[in-house]
């Protein structure tokens, strides 16, 4: 399936980190950049509660972000590719790369990380981050687990009812790792980079009690590219996103219209399967006014606007 990036406010919503803020709360309140939350040079933090998380919180469902390469240990002064225990979990406000002083990252064999807070929406929001604090002590820090993690948490069954995986910079298709992967360079080693990344992640999942108990797994790009084509912003129908969803309940047909991104945050607003996040009342933002992605799946599944 491919979506079209949402034009509004903005019609060229660039870079990152606009799109994740708005696939959160249906809005990027006007947010152009990729600044860390509370970064002095331009802080981009929230203080609203109209966003998924909140509403989920409210609504008695539980969320966590798994992020790669946070929450991980470190043995004199060098960080590790071993998670910590939730007691020394924090919210990772602020964005950081290098490399591991032991130990490579299990998807790649590398021993390079790199974390990026403009890929992790619920950390630009005060009620979902806690406030300006990094500490063990910030309350809200048991929702940011790493992805290194996940694994130990599937097997235990353990994850939240709202699962979010954001991938490194080196799994995302976004950075290659210095000295190339697999006898690639450039746009070819990322984009296998993040491949690889899936290939192992999407079959650990789909293995798990959590997604074989009516689950959903949705793999989301954030931003349409330009063709290079000087003036071209790349977001219209001729540059759409992709995304992929892979769930027992889909119909395996196609979508009746075009969708745009608001219509990936409007669907977990609604439901998953048996209603599990059922929730009444308002949508973030402009999903109120989107059309949800229940052509693609059994009907029923997802039911009709209250």
């Known amino acids: ?5 949402d034009p509004l ?3 060229d919503i660039h870079p990152s ?10 809005n990027n309140f006007v947010v152009l950049n990729d600044n860390d939350p ?16 909140a509403f989920l919180t409210k609504a008695g469902k539980s969320w966590k972000s798994y992020q790669e390469d946070v929450d991980l240990t470190t043995v004199n002064g060098q960080l590790t590719n071993v998670p910590l225990p939730q007691d020394q979990w924090t919210v990772p406000l602020t964005s950081f790369s290098g490399v591991f002083g032991s ?6 064999g590398s021993s390079q990380f790199n974390y990026a807070a403009k890929h992790n929406p619920q950390v630009f929001f005060t009620d979902t981050n806690g406030g300006n604090d990094a500490s063990t002590a910030n ?6 687990a790493s992805l290194q993690q996940l694994p130990t948490d599937l097997a235990n069954n353990t994850v939240a009812d709202y699962t979010r995986i954001t991938p490194d910079q080196y799994h995302d298709m976004h950075t290659a790792l210095s000295g190339g992967y697999k006898s690639l360079t450039g746009d070819p080693a990322k984009i296998l980079q993040g491949d690889d990344f899936l290939s192992q992640v999407v079959p650990l999942i789909m293995a798990s009690a959590a997604y074989q108990n009516n689950g959903v797994i949705v793999i989301w790009f954030d931003e349409a590219e330009s063709d290079g084509v000087v003036g071209d912003n790349g977001d219209d129908f001729n540059h759409t996103i992709g995304e992929i969803i892979i769930s027992p309940w889909l119909t395996g047909t196609s979508m009746a219209c075009p ?16 209603k599990r996040f059922s929730m009444s009342g308002r949508f973030c933002g402009n999903a109120e006014n989107a059309t949800d992605l229940s052509d693609l799946f059994q009907p029923g599944v997802i039911p009709a606007k209250p």
């Open 259 to 274: 969708m745009r991104a608001r219509s990936t945050t409007r669907t977990p607003q609604t439901c998953a399967p048996g």
């Open 103 to 108: 130990g490579v990252n299990q998807y790649n």
């Open 1 to 5: 399936m491919e979506i079209e990036p």
């Open 9 to 11: 406010p903005n019609p």
């Open 139 to 144: 309350p809200l820090s048991t929702h940011y």
């Open 38 to 53: 509370y970064d002095p040079s331009g802080a981009t933090n929230q203080n609203t509660n109209q966003h998924l998380a």
């Open 17 to 26: 980190e606009p799109n994740y803020i708005w696939q959160e709360a249906g």
